[in-house]
Nanobody, 127 residues
Framework: QVHLVESGGGSVQAGGSLRLSCAAS????????MGWFRQVPGKEREGVAAIGVYSGPYYADSVKGRFTISQDIAKRTIYLQMNNLQFEDSAMYYC?????????????????????WGQGTQVTVST
């Protein structure tokens, strides 16, 4: 099994910054990436960024130049530094694995058809 724990969300004014973390434990999927996704109620989930031991980083066009994904391989942790946050960035942010980096899609595994997801962390940006 895989266990993912996110942290670092919060409320910030437009133009501000936040840093999210996601620590993984359990079964490894080293051939694939870990990624960040976000979802607003009533809208489809959106891939934000992904990175792997051998791949990435990859970003959605909407966050390029503002967000930076990084990783600590030894700690099995990924980070998402979010700068110049905008109102449109407000969402619940989730980390997930395994992810196909280039397409920001979560891949089904033998033990989970929908991949593995954390519990989510809320990011709220006020104008």
């Amino acid at each position: 099994q895989v266990h993912l724990v996110e942290s670092g969300g919060g409320s910030v004014q437009a133009g501000g910054s936040l840093r999210l973390s996601c620590a993984a434990s359990g079964k490894r999927h080293s051939a694939y990436c870990m990624g960040w996704f976000r979802q607003v109620p009533g809208k489809e989930r959106e891939g934000v960024a992904a990175i792997g031991v051998y791949s990435g980083p990859y970003y959605a066009d909407s966050v390029k130049g503002r967000f930076t994904i990084s990783q600590d391989i030894a700690k099995r942790t990924i980070y998402l530094q979010m700068n110049n946050l905008q109102f449109e960035d407000s969402a619940m942010y989730y980390c997930a694995l395994p992810v196909r980096c280039a397409t920001l899609e979560v891949i089904a595994t033998l033990d989970s058809e929908s991949g593995h997801w954390g519990q989510g962390t809320q990011v709220t940006v006020s104008t």
